[in-house]
């Protein structure tokens, strides 16, 4: 299994709402990484953990909480965001965070603020 | 800081027109050179990474090549399932495990 699971594939969410994106991996990956990316532009880094510990955070605002509950699952979660939110959520995953590291991307999260 | 420039931005190609990507990067000390591939709607699918200047690695169609600014991929006799928008990335020493992503190539393969 060579797949990063992302959930839902679409999301519409007012200013108010709280929710949640999920993201699942089975191949025994130790780092996992949430990117952002609005259309015709690269991915931004977001956040990175690295056996299950937050290790990168590119100071993304508080409105973005993640969360790691074990190897296998990452979680964002979504509060009181802003339209300029909206953007395709990538998730992924590598062996070990370390350099020379392939990453493996789920097909993300399409997140519509209104 | 780690820039990358991808050229052209967008390429038009008729199906078998063979034609290349251009992929330039200043880093501090090159750790990786990566390739991904992304489809419309969907995450970044990798394709090659690249260690030291004159390297080269082949898949299918495609063959990526580094040098010390640059790097190329290399389309030979392309079909409709190979357009997409390309996407090289650079690791540098001081980065950290964050990979600096260029704009990306968006190439259109015409049968």
């Known amino acids: 299994d060579t797949e990063v699971t992302q959930t839902p594939k679409h999301l519409v969410m007012g200013m108010t709402n709280k929710k949640s994106l999920k993201c699942e991996q089975h191949m025994g990956h130790r780092a996992m990484y949430w990117y952002k990316q609005k259309a015709k532009k690269p991915p931004e880094l977001m956040f990175v953990y690295s056996y299950e510990k937050l290790s990168i955070n590119e100071s993304v605002p508080s409105r973005f909480s993640p969360e790691c509950p074990n190897s296998s699952l990452l979680n964002l979660h979504l509060h009181a965001l802003q339209p300029e939110d909206s953007a395709l959520y990538l998730c992924?995953?590598?062996?070990?965070?370390?350099?020379?590291?392939?990453?493996?991307f789920g097909s993300g999260t399409q997140l519509s603020v209104l | 800081e780690d820039q990358v420039t991808q050229s052209p931005e967008a390429l038009r190609l008729q199906e078998g027109e063979s034609s290349s990507l251009n992929c330039s990067y200043t880093?501090?000390?090159?750790?990786?050179l990566f390739w991904y591939r992304q489809d419309p709607g969907k995450g970044p699918e990798f394709l090659f990474t690249l260690y030291s200047a004159g390297e080269e690695k082949e898949k299918e169609r495609l063959k990526a090549t580094l040098t010390k600014k640059e790097s190329f991929l290399h389309i030979t006799a392309p079909k409709p399932e190979d357009s997409a928008t390309y996407l090289c990335a650079v690791e540098g020493e001081t980065s950290g495990s964050r990979l600096t992503f260029g704009e990306g190539t968006q190439l259109t393969v015409n049968p």
């Open positions: 992924a995953s590598s062996q070990t965070g370390q350099p020379f590291d392939q990453l493996f």
């Open positions: 880093v501090s000390g090159l750790r990786g």
